[in-house]
């Protein structure tokens, strides 16, 4: 059985959360572009002090560079059987490439309000080294800034300031619209409203999912 999904919507509505929920459910895994990308730059190769010009600024990464990083990521083993991408594709083109070499099943497209967007955003924390996030509200870590997981120091994401998010909420107005249209046309698309509680939301848009099984899970 294989199941290829993406997960559209504006920077903070809960993309990470639902897919990690999604992934762990459906069991494939769960990829996240910007999380790619954030590792390049830690990592402080040269494409990631290319990447990072782009990302600190809230500007969306060349389509070029992005769709390589993806093309490879989407060749590991662990993909066969399917994959969620979370945060790509965001443009046309990365759209079109997509859908050329690993057409998707299905476009879940996650729907919410600026001003839960941005309550969302100015609330979240980030482990620079593992990568897992938190929110100072919904998903508060055991002990004040400390990661759960690794015990790393949690910081704020440089690209989580209030200038920067406005900047990114409206490239991803100006970018998205096409990208939706894309996949309404190829009857792909899943649309959600999702304001409320990503936990529990994650498992109602499982749900969904689900009672379209026969089109998503496809015998390959
Ligand atoms: P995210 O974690 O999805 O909010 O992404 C953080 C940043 O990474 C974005 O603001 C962009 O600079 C970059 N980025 C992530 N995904 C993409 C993509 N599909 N295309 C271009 N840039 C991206």
Excluded at 129 to 143: A, L, M, Q
Excluded at 193 to 210: K, V
Aim: glycine share 6%; hydrophobic share 35%.
């Amino acid at each position: 059985m294989s199941i290829r999904l993406a997960l559209l919507g504006p920077p903070g509505v809960g993309k990470g959360t639902y897919s990690s929920i999604l992934s762990k459910e459906l069991r494939i895994p769960h990829l996240s572009t910007g999380e790619l990308l954030r590792r390049e730059i830690s990592m402080k190769t040269e494409l990631g002090r290319e990447v990072e010009s782009y990302v600190s600024r809230g500007l969306l990464v060349p389509d070029k560079i992005v769709n390589d990083i993806v093309a490879k990521r989407l060749c590991a083993s662990d993909c066969a059987n399917g994959f969620i991408l979370d945060g790509y594709p965001r443009t046309l083109p990365q759209a079109v490439f997509l859908e050329e070499h690993f057409p998707l099943d299905k476009v879940v497209l996650l729907q919410a309000s600026l001003e839960t967007i941005i309550e969302r955003i100015c609330g979240r924390l980030y482990c620079p080294n593992c990568g897992e996030t938190y929110h100072v509200s919904w998903k508060p870590p055991k002990r004040d800034n400390i990661c759960d997981k690794c015990g790393a120091k949690l910081t704020r994401r440089t690209d989580d300031s209030p200038e920067v998010i406005k900047r990114r909420y409206e490239e991803y107005l100006a970018t998205v619209s096409p990208v939706v249209d894309f996949y309404k046309k190829l009857g792909k698309l899943v649309p959600f409203r999702a304001e409320g509680d990503s936990q529990i939301l994650a498992y109602s848009l499982l749900r969904e999912l689900s009672s379209s099984r026969t089109e998503i899970l496809v015998e390959k």
